[in-house]
């Protein structure tokens, strides 16, 4: 009997690029469109996420997380849970790979996916909002596809910010609304549920990605900035009507559902139609990009 792999969160991480994988992404979303079943349960703050995904000709992947918000105070990671990647053809465990490992580069891959498209290929200035790990594995995925960009990196709390700019070398952002005016792109990873970047800071030509919204009462961005742009997400499925950043606008009528132009299943839309128009792109996560992911970790470990 074949062993089957574990791939620890070293071992694959040195496998890994960061524009690989979002081709790999581009790739799995020409195949048939993913069979989705997504649970979450909820105890005050803290979710239990499951996610199941099954894509033919890929696999399945079963993805499950706890999302607990204290934990950092107890000095332990606010997210766990594991990854098991099944056979297409058979159905048997075809690998187990590491929770944090798949989360990281799914996250950050997907949603550099989006700006590799959507940003403008000459942005130098990028603003992450968030100091936390997901904040620190954007840095390391836009660095990769632009690789001239200066970072800044702002965080609710100012030490947090600064830990991450001592670590990664970028500068520390003490305002807000001036650092959103300055940036080309923004890329945010918060735990907000009230907005934090408002549609009137917003410029022209500039990309803004948001990740941190995953609970039906989670905001980053006001009403005025998803009015002000072209509205791009990763999954229709895994967005309208679960997600707050769309689903509370879109509740309330302030946008349409044609306001969402398209999703990764119409990766050809995923165009800017003018270095002056602002594209905004939801990153809501899903377990078929886990597979995709997960698929593309087994593919990398195999080819070593």
């Known amino acids: 009997m ?21 081709d790999a992404l581009a790739a799995g979303h020409d195949l048939p469109k993913a069979e989705i079943g997504d649970t979450f349960l909820y105890r005050g703050k803290d979710t239990l996420l499951s ?6 000709g890929l696999g399945i992947a079963v993805k499950s997380a ?3 918000p204290g934990n950092p105070e107890r000095e332990m990671p606010m997210v766990n849970g594991g990854v098991s990647l ?3 053809e058979t159905g048997t465990l075809a ?5 944090h490992l798949v989360t990281k580069w799914k996250t950050a891959g997907d949603s550099l996916l989006a700006a590799r498209r959507l940003a403008r290929p000459d942005s130098e200035n990028i603003l992450i909002v968030g100091a936390g790990t997901q904040g620190r594995a954007l840095h390391a995925a836009y660095s990769a596809a632009f690789p001239q960009a200066r970072f800044t990196v702002w965080n609710r709390t100012a030490k947090n910010a600064e830990a991450m700019a001592a670590e990664l070398k970028i500068d520390v952002a003490t305002d807000l609304e001036q650092a959103v005016r300055a940036a080309d792109i923004v890329t945010s990873a918060t735990m907000s549920t009230d907005p934090l970047i408002m549609g009137d800071w917003l410029q022209p030509g500039q990309h803004i990605d948001l990740i941190g919204a995953y609970r039906p009462d989670m905001r980053e961005v006001d009403d005025a900035a998803l009015l002000r742009a072209r509205v791009f997400v990763d999954s229709f499925d895994t967005t309208v009507g679960h ?11 302030t946008i349409s559902r044609d306001h969402l132009i398209a999703d990764y299943y119409d990766l050809t839309a995923f165009t800017r139609q003018s270095e002056e128009e602002i594209t905004l792109f939801k990153n809501g996560g899903g377990a078929h990009l886990d597979l995709m992911t997960a698929r593309h970790i087994l593919e990398s470990w195999r080819a070593r």
Do not use: K, Q
Request: proline share 4%.
């Open 86 to 88: 099944f056979d297409d």
């Open 2 to 22: 074949t062993d089957i792999p574990n791939i620890s969160f070293d071992e694959g991480e040195a496998l890994l690029d960061w524009v690989a994988l979002t």
């Open 51 to 56: 996610r199941a995904a099954w894509i033919d």
């Open 66 to 68: 706890t999302i607990f």
């Open 243 to 253: 997600i707050g950043e769309v689903n509370i606008p879109l509740e309330a009528d």
């Open 95 to 99: 690998a187990i790979v590491d929770f």
